[in-house]
């Protein structure tokens, strides 16, 4: 029990694999949700909380840091820290989450947009587009003369000639300074992200996330004991100096410079050198995830953040599970000298090693040319099928979205513009069968951001006519 | 500093992912063991360390925990706490680690037994002898029909036909009660237990673990933040009256039943019963590492101590990549209904699902009989080679070592009859080129063994003579 001016506030169990500062952001967030720590009441010093508590204070004051930062709290000099006269209000009603911060992700997600895939599922490419039979040529010619190296157990940092290809590609395609030394084979983004989270950083430490941004990230980074600071991004992507004035210490900067996620906007040369000064003069390291940007279809290729850095502070991750197919689990990171080691470590204590015949096959796949010719005809495919969406909501869907203009990518978002919240479009559009996820899924702090996430690159004309018009349905239906 | 009676102790920075529990324990094990805390001398309490370094009493205690369970500290009564005066002497001399308890393990026993295999490396299976090319026509076959689902996203549990064919295969052949749904498809043991690790436990829990065991299983549990509990075991297995007497209230105990890794033991149905008694009384859990159970070439194959539970505290690890080739990188995890939902969480979270394509190849390769087959193959083939080092072993090494009666697996160890420690016998024989590894290097605490372990499985007849020939040389060049 905090007691607090006559209220006492129970503070429930901590549940397994919650760290200290998660359990007492959440249990206080939710007293403050729930209205038994009432508004404009003063909540008990740090200082005593972690003795009650048998807690250390440093435990506290991050959970009050992430209660400040999201609105929940008030701290003046001389007034001792209060609960907020008004609250984050997207937040009500709260259901108390089941799992740490993982109430709108992760498993409702994945059985939402589950096969089969249906317009305008979000985060499918398109997958029967795959040359599925040179594939298996390929795979089937290095199988009958594999060698015993690549069945046996190989480097935890993946099959050399792989991780030479993956340089030569990210160095001509993306611009990015690199030796096959630096690349690091994982399963894809979140495996990467996993094993940097862990291996880098000390429990407690902030890292800037997007908002909105990719939830499955914040995940990743909260399973490591970590914690997100949310800073806006604009059509320019992260405000870098909003980032410094909530969080100037912050161990780390996720970023989608190529492709924001789910904005779809590019980050501008000048915020990218605010970002890499920022992180010089801080010894921050920034987490480059170059999300969808092998599909650029309008502009010129933007070189990564990457290639802009001199001073070994950017991990690059990358992978090729958007841009062969979901099934394959492969991706890489690209890390500077200083940090190859202790991610390796940790690669090597969860999971050994990459699988090594697939490694191989995946390899033959790059270095016979058929790697840089699907992204071709992918980008000429996904062009196509963002003008055929554009064309589509014009006709059918202009009194309740408008779409920005992306340059790449497998999805745009739509912003609403009747009243409805994203989360009752989504409702609406999955009632009739539309596979969609309301922004409000990605949004940590935001108000201003109401809207739909339409995928497009796995449908044709005809789907996404159908879609289209359905989806009118649905959101006519809830007007 | 921490001051004791005049004596200050520096204490290091922590470093990344280190726990604070870990950081403390590390510090004062090296401040003991570089004799900077002397033998004997008393050490400040519990609360006036927790003060000083604003960290919480809990986690001191649980520092202060392990080094009176590894013989660091004394603690009587009355008189505090001290430097305990006889110090585990396999210790010394004592290297700083680079990172948490990591400092025997990972890249420098990968890097000891890389490629290429020579006798007598004790991790590596047969792998020539995997049908390759049978392997390539089945592949070959499913990828030119592969469905769309196999290629896009799939279930994070794994492909559901291959979680039939794994149900199928442990329930007949290790007595698992099971149903495809309890089956959940990973990299490999490690992925396994570092999922479960994190997903299921707090930081803090106490972990029993073998003594000696693995110690790839201890860096995953250190790394989720629990603490292993060292606890012996014997030729019946692990000694469960002793963890109950070190830590009555562990949450889990990793055992390896079918056959105890490194000694090579079977675990007695009453110690099965007695762990089982205390799991159930506790509400622990119990991680059973089936390592190695499907090569048991003498006796009869016995059940899974999973086979015995009826209270759903069992989690089962398997894994397919010592069975067909390192390479293949799939295992997998049953898991009774109440813990599976958190497991497949995290997994989501943090790797998606396993690649589809590879899933559905084994998946035709277990329902086409050929598992079973390679299985029968595999288990006279062992038998052969381990009754070769036997005899080769009495030619030759004698006078050096003696080797024990086992049962299944691929290697055994083989205890020193010199006066040689495990580690200079290692040296010696890595000198001349024979790979092996010592026993220190999975012991915890024990001052009773001494040896190697040896493999047999990867070598024929005159590969295992020679060998034999050339260790007998360098143990004689070090009697």
Chains 1, 2 share one sequence.
Not at 170 to 199: K, Q
């Amino acid at each position: 029990m905090v007691k607090s001016r006559g209220t006492e506030i129970a503070i429930g169990d901590r549940r397994p694999g919650c760290t200290l500062t998660q359990w007492l952001y959440e249990e206080l967030r939710f007293a403050i949700l729930s209205g038994r720590l009432k508004r404009g009441v003063r909540i008990p010093a740090t200082r005593s909380i972690a003795v009650q508590y048998g807690i250390s204070r440093r435990t506290v004051v991050a959970a009050f840091e992430q209660l400040l930062d999201e609105g929940y709290i008030t701290s003046r000099t001389g007034h001792g820290t209060t609960v907020s006269r008004t609250l984050p209000s997207d937040f009500l009603p709260y259901r108390r989450p089941e799992t740490p911060s993982k109430q709108r992700v992760g498993a409702d997600i994945l059985s939402r947009l589950q096969p089969p895939i249906r317009p305008f599922n979000p985060i499918s490419p398109a997958v029967t587009e795959f040359p599925i039979s040179l594939w298996a040529r390929l795979a089937s010619r290095r199988l009958r003369q594999l060698s015993a190296t690549l069945l046996s157990g190989g480097d935890p940092a993946g099959y050399a000639p792989l991780r030479e290809a993956i340089a030569d590609y990210v160095g001509t395609s993306r611009g990015v300074n690199t030796r096959p030394e630096h690349v690091i084979v994982t399963t894809g983004m979140h495996h990467g992200l996993d094993l940097i989270a862990r291996s880098i950083f000390k429990p407690g430490d902030q890292v800037w996330v997007e908002d909105p941004g990719y939830s499955g990230t914040t995940e990743v980074i909260q399973n490591a004991g970590l914690v997100p600071i949310a800073v806006p991004v604009d059509e320019r992507g992260l405000i870098v100096s909003l980032g410094k004035e909530k969080a100037p210490n912050a161990k780390a900067a996720f970023v989608t410079p190529a492709h924001q996620f789910p904005l779809g906007s590019t980050m501008s040369l000048d915020r990218r050198l605010e970002l890499l000064q920022w992180a010089r003069a801080t010894r921050a390291i920034l987490i480059e995830d170059d999300y969808d940007s092998e599909f650029r279809f309008q502009g010129r290729p933007i070189p990564a953040l990457q290639s802009l850095d001199r001073n070994g502070l950017v991990l690059l991750l990358g992978s090729f599970n958007k841009v062969l197919f979901p099934g394959l689990r492969f991706g890489y990171i690209i890390a500077p000298d200083s940090l190859l080691e202790p991610i390796l470590r940790l690669r090597f204590q969860m999971d050994r090693y990459p699988p090594g015949p697939q490694q191989a096959i995946l390899c033959d796949f790059i270095n016979g040319g058929h790697f840089e010719r699907h992204l071709r005809k992918m980008r000429e495919l996904y062009a196509e099928r963002w003008r055929s969406l554009r064309v589509n909501a014009d006709r059918y869907l202009a009194r309740h979205l408008s779409l920005p203009t992306i340059e790449a990518g497998l999805n745009t978002p739509a912003y609403l513009r009747t009243r409805l919240t994203s989360h009752q479009a989504e409702l609406a559009a999955t009632k009739l069968g539309i596979q969609t996820l309301g922004l409000d899924r990605f949004v940590r702090q935001r108000q201003d951001i109401r809207g739909l996430l339409l995928g497009f690159a796995a449908f044709n004309d005809q789907q996404i006519a159908d879609g289209a018009k359905l989806l009118a349905r649905a959101l006519d239906g809830r007007r």
